[in-house]
């Protein structure tokens, strides 16, 4: 679909799109984990992750986040709750990420270089709360 020029009036970055990129995209009306679930169920087996030479499964990363989602919850993740995720990029972000999501929390991401100031503000900024200590 080619883009129209009243479209390039409000919203003129659409003359830069290569010719067949449309400007507008339709989502599928489902919560991102989803996406998770069904490529473990059409492609279980099949690698999801590669990292070091290893590969994590479809199947695999469905599980882990679905246990990590479960431990959330016991520890008091509700919908609407944001998680601060301090990893680098490697398969624990991502089973983390998911499974995040999966418990209906907001995964809030963090740089793991930032200094302790910068991670501070971030975490106010973004209504992260301190976990309690457990008896």
Same mark, same amino acid.
């Given at each position: 679909?080619? *883009?129209?020029?009243?479209?390039?009036?409000?919203?003129?970055?659409?003359?830069?799109?290569?010719?067949?990129?449309?400007?507008?995209?339709?989502?599928? %009306?489902?919560?991102?984990?989803?996406? &998770?679930?069904?490529?473990?169920?059409?492609?279980?087996?099949?690698?999801?992750?590669?990292?070091?030479?290893?590969?994590?499964?479809? =199947?695999?990363?469905?599980?882990?986040?679905?246990?990590? =989602?479960?431990? &959330?919850?016991?520890?008091? *993740?509700?919908?609407?709750?944001?998680?601060?995720?301090?990893?680098?990029?490697?398969?624990?972000?991502?089973?983390?990420?998911?499974?995040?999501?999966?418990?209906?929390?907001?995964?809030?991401?963090?740089?793991?270089?930032?200094?302790?100031?910068?991670? =501070?503000?971030?975490? =106010? %900024?973004?209504?992260?709360?301190?976990?309690?200590?457990?008896?």
């Amino acid at each position: 679909m080619a *883009v129209r020029p009243e479209e390039t009036l409000q919203a003129p970055w659409l003359r830069f799109y290569d010719p067949g990129v449309p400007a507008r995209l339709t989502y599928p %009306d489902h919560p991102v984990h989803h996406l &998770l679930e069904e490529a473990a169920r059409r492609y279980g087996a099949r690698p999801a992750l590669l990292f070091f030479g290893r590969p994590l499964s479809y =199947a695999a990363l469905e599980t882990l986040a679905t246990r990590f =989602a479960a431990g &959330l919850q016991r520890l008091g *993740v509700e919908p609407g709750t944001p998680v601060s995720l301090h990893l680098p990029n490697c398969p624990q972000f991502v089973i983390a990420y998911y499974g995040i999501l999966k418990a209906g929390g907001v995964a809030v991401p963090h740089n793991p270089l930032y200094t302790e100031r910068e991670v =501070a503000h971030q975490l =106010a %900024d973004a209504g992260v709360a301190s976990p309690s200590p457990s008896t």
